[in-house]
């Protein structure tokens, strides 16, 4: 009886991309809508699908069960993910601890669905130890190591400047030429990187999918040429018959090159400083991990942006609903170290020890008979929080509690709390979902969200003097 399983050589892989509305998504969507069968993911519902043959699905990333909906019957998931923009009114949490627990609902999920293949596009690295990357990189590194942590095989492709139209990092350079007749550089311009065009990107990706020669590998491409930032400055102006002149200053400190960098680059600060903060480094390809599953012919870098500048190409977005819900809602993920190896099971129930006891002159929890857990004041008769463990999507690694009730929450029906332990347990994150408060928002925002802070700090030191 011959095998029902789908193969790559009987039909087209179907090809999930999270994060296909942005730079590279929208483009390996134009390019290679034929050719697979694409499922787009967005956060926003499709209105007016321009291509049919497109599946577009909703889905929450933040929520495991949603991710697991969106990755079913997907053969290869692309992850193009990266957490530059809060996704509610507030949001109490780093850049980097959001990716992590992004990437690790996305590994989850993948596993669950049997996901044959992850493809990661990250950033070049430099050859030196993790403690010494900048945030961006080190937060790169921890979400491709969290992406290849379970049964999905990755193929980890790092690049640096992907240079082709709408790319954020290019439109940086060409803005600070178009704007500046004098580009005083930072030092950091003088660092060396190998930027790659978006074709030539494109193709390398094309290359991965379904390749087993590509599993659990890290691949690093770039354009063979080594050139510096300045170098990339007075190039593109060459490229856009721009005459300036660039010359490199040691004075500009790190906060200048944001100043600089976000004025004339045109780009939002939370893109901005941590880019900035990587271009420091020497970002070029390490001999053993380059590219060589196939012969590129690289564009140039002068070719690469003279399509970036001047392609009358423009992949077709859908239509989306304009997303509704609730307005004042909190997002709050703190990362709290764990050499110990504490699991997140053992974690979840110290806290709820841990919070009325160090607040036993005002606070009281109490458990009832079916579960719930309630944060009392001592006086009170109605809890300030009411949670309830939700077992069946709990283990080890992660425990999960709806929201409720209790008289600090505005809405019952949606929201929750987690502890989870990432990247093998080396740290424990809790974080809370999709919480609106009762309290009015300027209120709210100048106490119980800097007190919720202030109770998460104590508690992870409290973790960090824990030995048993």
């Known amino acids: 009886m011959k095998s029902a399983l789908k193969t790559f050589e009987q039909q087209k892989p179907t090809v999930a991309i999270a994060g296909a509305g942005g730079y590279i998504g929208r483009w390996f969507i134009h390019q290679f809508k034929d050719k697979y069968h694409i499922v787009a993911l967005s956060r926003k519902k499709v209105k007016k699908n321009p291509h049919p043959q497109v599946e577009w699905r909703q889905v929450e990333l933040y929520s495991i069960t949603s991710t697991v909906e969106a990755l079913n019957g997907v053969d290869v998931a692309i992850y193009l993910v990266h957490s530059m923009n809060a996704s509610t009114r507030l949001n109490q949490g780093s850049f980097e601890d959001t990716d992590l627990l992004l990437a690790d609902n996305f590994s989850r999920a993948a596993a669950l669905n049997h996901v044959q293949q992850i493809i990661y596009l990250g950033g070049l690295l430099p050859d030196e130890p993790e403690s010494k990357l900048s945030r961006h990189l080190r937060s790169r590194l921890e979400v491709e190591q969290t992406l290849g942590s379970r049964s999905a095989k990755l193929t980890a492709l790092r690049a640096s400047i992907i240079v082709g139209p709408g790319g954020s990092s290019f439109d940086m ?197 079916t579960g719930d857990i309630g944060f009392y004041l001592w006086w009170g008769k109605k809890p300030m929080l009411q949670l309830t463990m939700i077992p069946d999507r709990s283990d080890k690694e992660r425990q999960l509690f709806y929201i409720t009730g209790g008289w600090l929450v505005k809405r019952f029906d949606y929201g929750w709390l987690e502890f989870r332990g990432v990247l093998g347990g080396r740290y424990i994150l809790t974080a809370i979902h999709e919480f609106v408060p009762r309290l009015p928002w300027y209120i709210y925002i100048t106490t119980q969200a800097k007190f919720h802070l202030w109770v998460m700090n104590r508690f992870k030191k409290y973790l960090e003097r824990k030995v048993d």
Not at 217 to 246: C, D, F, H, W
Not at 307 to 322: D, G, M, Q, T
Request: charged share 25%; glycine share 4%; hydrophobic share 40%.
């Open 173 to 369: 350079i060409k803005n600070l030429v178009r704007k500046l007749p004098v580009l005083m550089c930072p030092k950091w311009t003088e660092s060396e990187t190998q930027p790659i065009s978006l074709r030539d990107t494109l193709d390398i990706m094309d290359t991965c999918i379904g390749n087993s020669d590509v599993f659990d590998r890290v691949i690093e491409i770039g354009n063979p040429e080594v050139m510096t930032y300045r170098s990339m400055l007075e190039r593109t102006a060459q490229v856009m018959g721009k005459k300036r002149l660039v010359f490199s200053v040691p004075v500009f400190s790190l906060g200048l090159s944001k100043l600089w960098v976000g004025i004339f680059g045109e780009s939002p600060p939370q893109l901005v400083s941590p880019l900035v903060e990587s271009l420091r480094h020497t970002l070029t390809v390490t001999p053993e991990f380059s590219f060589k599953e196939k012969q590129i012919d690289y564009l140039s870098y002068e070719e690469a942006a003279d399509i970036a500048l001047n392609s009358k190409e423009n992949p077709v977005l859908p239509v989306f609903y304009k997303k509704k819900g609730v307005k004042n809602t909190v997002r709050s993920i703190q990362r709290m170290s764990n050499k110990s190896g504490l699991s997140a099971t053992w974690v979840a129930n110290r806290y709820n020890i841990w919070l009325p006891s160090f607040f036993k002159f005002l606070i009281n929890g109490k458990r009832t008979e």
